[in-house]
């Protein structure tokens, strides 16, 4: 079953045409209800993040870099703030939890090592996924995000918590800052 097929199951709907069509902020994905109301980008992206969220339930192992990003990209590409969050896995890299840590506003967001560490050990990870968005659409990575990416690889590792990636999301994009070289 296709993941456009789980979406319509949990939301009892049909699609209008096989077509996606982009023109309409608010309905632009053409689905409607059973009843015949046409359904919301937000409803339909909301229902689309419990279908992942299924999926992705302590235990799932992050063996492809693909599912990552496509989970990151879908739940966070809409937000205005900035959103810092974090995956907790463990020692055979299979996730424990995904905690949003930090929210900022439109620009940034303050993150704090020791509150990153708290989490981690609560967890019992073994090893991180860092992750936020930009707002602005911009995936590149600032100094700023470099520097933070570093300062908590070096805090983690001293409880010997490894921090494999940190993934930067900007709508559809997502940039690793371990493939730029950055870790």
Request: aromatic share 4%.
């Amino acid at each position: 079953m296709s993941t456009r097929q789980r979406v319509a199951r949990v939301l009892s709907v049909r699609p209008v045409s096989g077509a996606i069509r982009v023109a309409e902020p608010k309905f632009s994905t053409g689905w409607v209800s059973a009843s015949g109301g046409p359904i919301s980008d937000e409803v339909l992206i909301d229902t689309a993040l419990k279908v992942l969220a299924e999926k992705l339930v302590r235990g799932d192992l992050f063996e492809s870099p693909a599912v990552t990003r496509n989970y990151l990209a879908l739940r966070f590409s809409s937000l205005e703030h900035e959103v810092f969050c974090c995956l907790f896995l463990d020692n055979r890299h299979r996730l424990i939890a995904c905690d949003e840590l930090f929210r900022g506003t439109i620009d940034g967001a303050s993150v704090h090592p020791r509150e990153v560490v708290k989490r981690a050990l609560a967890h019992n990870a073994a090893a991180v996924i860092l992750t936020h968005n930009h707002p602005s659409g911009v995936a590149d990575p600032s100094q700023a995000d470099e520097m933070i990416t570093l300062r908590l690889k070096d805090a983690l590792g001293v409880v010997d918590i490894r921090v494999l990636d940190h993934l930067i999301v900007a709508g559809a994009k997502v940039v690793s800052l371990a493939e730029r070289g950055v870790l």
